[in-house]
């Protein structure tokens, strides 16, 4: 019988004007060989809101700094159970959209878990994740990435889109 962590988090689908999305290379510790990409984001604090704990760990993981009001509603929420670093997860987590212009990541903020787990990262097409062999998470990125750009096309500017809710995966990135 598995016994699973519980875990909240918030996930950030950061998006640049060419509507490519970034995404960071990494692997388990307990199992080096998993190697996959992954979205900005990670744990939240407790009593900390989801929209809040994207916002901090955007600003961690890649210098960008929000106001939490600028993310809006999430554009998913799933479930999802996976192992990291020998423990097994239930995590719940909100996914956001933030499109920016550009960016230039700065990952001074990382914790010691990211910096040792977390070997790069780039920023992605669709088409390119379509056709890439690499693993990532959510496995589903490229519809997820479609569905969320065609909505957000018709408002640009606004940093959120309130696209789709309530899937359900395997997998994911802890960090």
Do not use: I, K, N
């Not at 996976?82 to 700065?106: A, H, I, K, N, T």
């Amino acid at each position: 019988m598995r016994v699973y962590t519980p875990r909240r988090a918030a996930r950030v689908l950061l998006v640049d004007a060419d509507d490519r999305v970034l995404l960071f290379a990494g692997f388990d510790p307990a199992r080096p060989e998993h190697r996959y990409w992954f979205t900005p984001g990670g744990g939240l604090r407790p009593g900390e809101s989801p929209a809040v704990g994207a916002v901090r760990e955007l600003a961690e993981e890649t210098g960008l700094r929000l106001d939490p009001a600028a993310l809006g509603e999430p554009v998913r929420r799933e479930t999802v159970e996976f192992p990291f670093d020998g423990v097994w997860y239930r995590q719940e987590q909100d996914f956001f959209l933030v499109r920016v212009p550009g960016w230039e990541v700065d990952t001074a903020g990382f914790d010691d878990v990211e910096r040792a787990s977390v070997t790069g990262h780039r920023w992605w097409s669709v088409p390119e994740l379509g056709a890439s062999p690499d693993r990532y998470y959510p496995a589903d990125l490229p519809g997820l990435l479609t569905e969320v750009l065609a909505g957000a096309a018709g408002d640009p500017g606004d940093g959120a889109d309130g696209g789709p809710a309530g899937a359900a995966s395997d997998g994911g990135a802890a960090c």
